[in-house]
């Protein structure tokens, strides 16, 4: 498994763990990694994802209702929100990763710590999302530069 899967998996249980804390993501971001004693080398990637979630999170929230069809936020495991909310960052913030590794690395995230349907769920949203903010022209559309 390459670093910046380890670095996205910190990253979700971090994200977990502060869907049942109020301490501040980097006090729990440390607690994390000293208690799964992460690597260095992924920390970095790590942090600055789940940072820059915490801080996005009404607006990737906002994405993430508008683009689940018949299901509010509130309805979702609280894994997938997060799963979802990790990917969305990635996608409309990190443009040195394409959007559609973002979505396959959160399907494959999904299918490892969600329920049996969290991979094809998590495909539609982040699908939806992703087609929606092309129609936008907030993303390019990357088949179409091929």
Not at 58 to 66: C, H
Request: glycine share 8%; net charge neutral.
């Amino acid at each position: 498994m390459g670093r910046r899967r380890k670095a996205r998996e910190l990253a979700i249980q971090v994200l977990f763990n502060l869907e049942f804390s109020s301490d501040s993501p980097t006090d729990v971001f440390d607690l994390i990694c000293e208690m799964f004693n992460s690597g260095r080398a992924i920390r970095s990637f790590s942090k600055e994802l789940v940072l820059g979630v915490c801080k996005k999170r009404d607006e990737l929230d906002g994405l993430i209702g508008n683009a689940s069809k018949n299901w509010r936020l509130e309805r979702m495991s609280r894994i997938d929100k997060c799963i979802l909310r990790l990917a969305t960052f990635e996608i409309l913030f990190m443009d040195d990763i394409p959007p559609k590794v973002s979505i396959d690395e959160a399907v494959e995230i999904g299918k490892k710590f969600g329920s049996d349907g969290s991979g094809g769920f998590i495909n539609g949203v982040l699908d939806n999302i992703y087609n929606k903010l092309v129609q936008q022209g907030r993303l390019k559309n990357v088949e179409d530069e091929n």
